[in-house]
C-alpha cells in the first residue's frame, strides 16, 4: 500500500512540512503570542482575550457579518507580509459586528481569476479571535500553482473579496474525545490553531493534542512562536512536532524528511485506542498520502493513505 502510494504521489508533494522545536528560533521573528498575558500577536497585531474585554463585548450583542446563503464583500484595510510567501490580510467589518463563525468552521470566498469564465472558490479558516469585533484576519500563503491565494495575495487596500459562511466542518464537542491528533501541511495550520485555541482556552476541556506541523523549510513556517507558547503553557495537554525537507542548520532539533508510516505511529494517537480522532489538512498530494482525499461533493469520502493502512476508521478520522 505504502510502496503503490509513493510511487503515485510525487515526492516533492508527499514532503513532510514543518517548524521548529520549542525554544529554537523563530524564523520569522514578528509571530508571538503570550497566554499569561492573554494577548496573541500575528503578524504585527495583538489578539486580546481579557475577561474585562470580554465583559464590556458582552454588554453590547454583536450582530454576525456572514450569510451562509449568499456571498456578501469585504474590503481588504491592510496587508502585512509574514515571511517571503506569506501574510496577514486584516478584512474590515463594522465596530459593533463579529464574523459569525462557529469554531471548526470555515468560510468560502469566491473571485474571478484571469480571464477564467467561472469564479474560483476555495474555503479558508481565519485566525482572528472567534468573537473579534470590527475585523477578521486571515494568513495566507502564497502558492505558485494557487489561483486564489494569487488573487489574494495580488489584492491592495480597498478591495473587495467575496465570502459566504460558515461552513461546518467538524462537529466538535468539549469532552467527547480523549485525544485529538493533528497533521498540518503549509497554511493547512489554520484550522488546527483554531481548534488548539477553542480547547485550550476552555478549562472543563482537558483533550489531550498532539500536532504534527509539516512545511518546506523553517523559512516557510507561519504561525509557529504562537504553537510554541501554547505548548510551553500546556505541556501536558498539548505537543507540537515539526518535521522539515531539508535542515538547513546542525541546530534543527525537529524531525526531517516525509510524512511516512513510521511517524503517524510515533506521534498520532494509535487507532486501538477509544475516543481519539486524527484529522488531517494540507496540500491535495498530501492528503491523498495520509489520509485519501475527500469525496467529489465535499465530504469526507473514504479513508485512504496511511491512516488506512494503520487501521483507523470513518470515524476517526477528519479531513479539513
Known amino acids: 500500500m505504502l510502496a503503490s502510494i509513493r510511487n503515485t504521489v510525487p515526492r516533492q ?4 512540512y514543518s517548524t ?21 500577536l500575528v503578524g504585527g497585531y495583538f489578539y486580546t482575550r481579557s475577561k474585562q474585554t470580554i465583559d464590556v463585548e458582552s454588554a453590547t450583542p454583536a450582530t ?13 484595510k491592510e496587508a502585512i507580509p509574514i515571511n517571503h510567501d506569506t501574510s496577514r490580510f486584516r478584512f474590515a467589518l463594522e465596530p459593533n459586528q463579529e464574523l459569525g463563525l462557529d469554531i471548526t468552521s470555515c468560510f468560502v470566498v469566491k473571485a474571478k481569476v484571469g480571464n477564467d469564465e467561472k469564479p474560483t472558490i476555495r474555503p479558508y479558516t481565519p485566525v482572528s479571535p472567534q468573537h473579534a469585533r470590527g475585523y477578521f484576519d486571515l494568513v495566507i500563503k502564497k502558492y505558485a500553482t494557487g489561483k486564489m491565494s494569487s488573487h489574494i495575495h495580488a489584492m491592495a487596500p480597498g478591495d473587495i473579496l467575496e465570502i459566504k459562511g460558515p461552513v461546518p466542518k467538524l462537529p466538535y464537542k468539549t469532552g467527547a474525545l480523549k485525544e485529538i491528533g493533528m497533521i498540518a501541511g503549509g497554511s493547512g495550520i489554520t484550522p488546527m490553531l483554531q481548534l488548539i485555541q477553542h480547547v485550550l482556552a476552555d478549562p472543563n476541556d482537558h483533550t489531550k493534542m498532539t500536532l504534527v506541523f509539516a512545511n518546506k523549510s523553517e523559512e516557510d513556517i507561519i504561525l509557529r512562536s504562537t504553537l510554541d507558547e501554547f505548548a510551553k503553557k500546556h505541556p501536558d495537554q498539548l505537543k507540537v512536532h515539526y518535521v522539515i525537507d531539508k535542515a538547513s542548520s546542525a541546530d534543527w532539533r525537529g524531525d526531517v524528511g516525509y510524512v ?7 506521534y498520532m494517537p ?6 481519539i480522532l486524527v484529522s488531517v489538512c494540507g496540500p491535495v498530494p498530501m492528503m491523498k498520502s495520509i489520509s485519501g482525499v475527500k469525496a467529489p461533493d465535499y465530504s469526507q469520502g473514504e479513508v ?3 491512516f488506512k493502512e494503520l487501521g483507523y476508521t470513518s470515524e476517526q478520522v477528519f479531513k479539513f
Open 13 to 16: 508533494f508527499s514532503r513532510a
Open 270 to 275: 494509535a487507532a486501538d485506542k477509544d475516543s
Open 64 to 76: 454576525k457579518a456572514l450569510d451562509p446563503k449568499n456571498f456578501i464583500g469585504f474590503k481588504l
Open 260 to 266: 511516512t508510516k513510521e511517524l503517524v505511529q510515533k
Open 304 to 306: 485512504g493513505g496511511l
Open 20 to 40: 521548529a522545536p520549542v525554544g529554537a528560533k523563530s524564523g520569522n521573528g514578528i509571530l508571538w503570542a503570550s497566554l499569561a498575558t492573554g494577548a496573541v
